[in-house]
């Protein structure tokens, strides 16, 4: 009994549910109309044949004959009554066929499913829930996101609205939970009060009422969200948002420095405190075809160089490591030994060349924005002539179009920008444009993680990836992850230094041959040395700077752990 009122009351939970109820009782109505014509007619016939049987037998006949069992006990002897069987038989066979399975999947087997799904996912997540991250959706840049949090031990959880999609992400392995974004119980229920950080990468709208929601509960904690315009920025922060991402913005502008680095300068690509990580061309300085051991950089200049791109593969510096013109260094130092680094081995008034930027969206326009301030020529290439801001620089067309390419200058740029959201034109488009101009530096976007390892075979010599910008820099606000995105895989992050690592050197530490990570640099207080005593032993409240893809800072968390986080 308990069983059927939980049925009928499934059934009646939501308007579908109510309309297929409705379509049942017209169902249930046409089979007793159909019962009632055919029993008569049986009557009506079986009286011209000279056949006699009570009502009783007519309806006991349409049953039997409906349902296909037809026992054969009662039968008709002319064409006319054998015609009406047929019909009758053809109309139950159709009607059980429609009836029966309508009857048992919509009130029987889907609310059993549905009560199944609902009971695995929450509606409200445990009372000692404490210290996770609250996400609204789960995009590219949230499944890096949840990738970061996972290694550093944070758990995050995602608010869906509709079951179904709690459903599959549940089965996809995410946390989530129930509930309606713009309602405050919904945070109350996700523990809002207790979070650590809440991230929101909805549409700007949405954004906003999400942020005024929360705060509508008294919630305190950060809240960071996407926006797509500079007008957003402004009325998200007005919702109560701590920090909004303009992520085209910032991939726009990483990638422009990668261009900008032609001239062998010292780009900085992040900082910590007065510790600068910066990226410099090796093609045309004084450095090409030497090996990194003969450049003497930490002797002249004082910098230590972290690393070496080869066309997208980062190697850890090696003395021998040759340098050839596509190499580009990864340095760490202080603002004035990068200056000293310039003043050595930049080259004075070099000429820059053309770019042409493919796409002129957010991130095309960030990248354009971003040549034009250092005073750089560059070509748009878009479908949509909206899209430009700047007329005379745009080219109007398909990329994939050779006459369109060679109007934007592709036989004399020096760098193309792939920017688009597709990671499949972007594959198809590196290609191509590998194809046309062996020679020239082609940096690629890409939306999703899986994508990258394919952008670099297609021939782009960076990737940049949108979910990697966006993961990183939301996990940054939680200051229990300090990571810089220097590239697509390779992180530097910033970690206090573990207990088990205090008092012992870093030549005996084994952190290189053990986790992948190389120590970029030691700092205490304010000041961090990028050229750390290899035999110094590491002091107590200290704080290591170390580079190293997402594995490697995974092997350094599980084989030092990781210190509680100052203040």
Known sequence: MRFVVGILASVMRTGRQRRNLRLLGW??????????????????????????????????????????????????????????????????TVFLLVLLPFTFIQFFFTPWMEAQEAANVPRQLPAKTAGHVLLTRVGPVEETLVKLLGAAGIPAFVLVAEQGE??????????????????????????????????TTQGDMLNTNVAFTVRETGGTLPIVATASSDTAVDILEMAGCDRVLRLGKMLGEAMARR??????????????????????????????????????????????????????????????????????????????????????????????????????????????????????????????????????????????DIEVLERAGINDCSAVVITT????????????????????????????????????????DFVMSYAATGATAISNLLRRIDILLVAEGLHVFRVDTPPTLVGRCLAESGIRPDTGCTVVAVGAGDHFDPNPDALEPLPAESELVLVGDAEAETRFIERFGRAAPAG
């Open 259 to 400: 261009v900008l680095g032609r001239d062998g300068r010292a780009r900085v690509v992040g900082e910590f405190d007065d510790l600068v990580i910066a990226e410099a061309g090796v093609a045309g300085t004084d450095l090409a075809g030497r090996m990194l051991g003969e450049a003497r950089l930490r002797a002249e200049t004082g910098v230590n160089a972290v690393g070496i791109w080869q066309r997208g593969v980062f190697e850890l510096a090696r003395p021998e490591a040759v340098l050839d013109p596509a190499s580009v260094l990864v340095l760490a130092g202080s603002q004035e030994q990068m200056a000293g680094y310039d003043a050595r081995h930049a080259i004075a008034g070099m000429a820059a060349g053309l770019t042409v930027i493919i796409g002129s969206g957010r991130v095309g326009r960030a990248v354009a924005a971003a040549l034009a301030a250092e005073g750089l020529d560059h070509r748009l290439i878009d479908r949509d002539p909206s899209r430009f801001r700047d007329p005379p620089r745009g080219v109007l067309g398909d990329a994939a």
């Open 27 to 92: 169902l249930v109505l046409v089979f007793l109309g159909l019962l009632t014509a055919f029993s008569i007619t049986f009557h009506w016939l079986m009286a011209r044949e000279g056949q006699e049987h009570s009502w009783i037998t007519s309806v006991y006949w349409t049953f039997v004959t409906m349902s296909t069992l037809g026992f054969g006990d009662i039968t008709f002897h002319s064409d006319a009554g054998r015609l009406f069987t047929i019909v009758v038989l053809l109309s139950g």
């Open 166 to 199: 709690a459903t599959a992400l549940l089965d996809a392995g995410y946390r989530v939970m129930v509930g309606p974004l713009d309602d405050p119980a919904t945070y109350r229920a996700a523990r809002v009060e207790q979070a650590a950080l809440l991230a």
């Open 421 to 460: 959201h597709d990671d499949d034109v972007n594959i198809y488009l590196t290609l191509y444009c590998r194809r046309l101009r062996p020679d020239v530096q082609i940096l690629t976007r890409s939306t999703r993680e899986r994508n990258i390892s394919t952008l670099h075979r297609a021939g782009a």
